[in-house]
């Protein structure tokens, strides 16, 4: 087997918030992760889906952005918007 090539191997200290919310039609189960790497924002995996995506406030102004990324209806994904206002 040939040598592993690293593009990086850095060790990082984080900092996680895990919270669980009852939206209108289904739940959050979240975990939001903040580092340095991500030039401010912040890293949300949303354990029910298997899903995660890297998100500012940027990120919640994109038309559509939420939807994709988690594959959700536009009405939930407005609750999910409107509680990462609240904390990014």
């Known amino acids: 087997m040939s040598e592993r090539f690293y593009l990086y191997d850095d060790v990082e200290e984080t900092r996680t918030r895990?919270?669980?919310f009852m939206g209108e039609h289904q739940r959050f189960d979240l975990a939001i992760i903040s580092s340095s790497r991500y030039y401010g924002k912040q890293l949300v995996l949303d354990v029910q889906s298997?899903?995660?995506?890297i998100i500012g406030e940027d990120d919640l102004e994109e038309p559509g952005?939420?939807?994709h990324?988690?594959?959700l209806d536009e009405?939930?994904?407005e609750e999910l918007r409107s509680f990462l206002h609240e904390v990014i």
């Open 50 to 53: 298997n899903r995660f995506a």
């Open 65 to 67: 952005y939420l939807e």
């Open 69 to 71: 990324a988690y594959q």
């Open 75 to 77: 009405e939930d994904a």
């Open 18 to 20: 895990f919270v669980s």
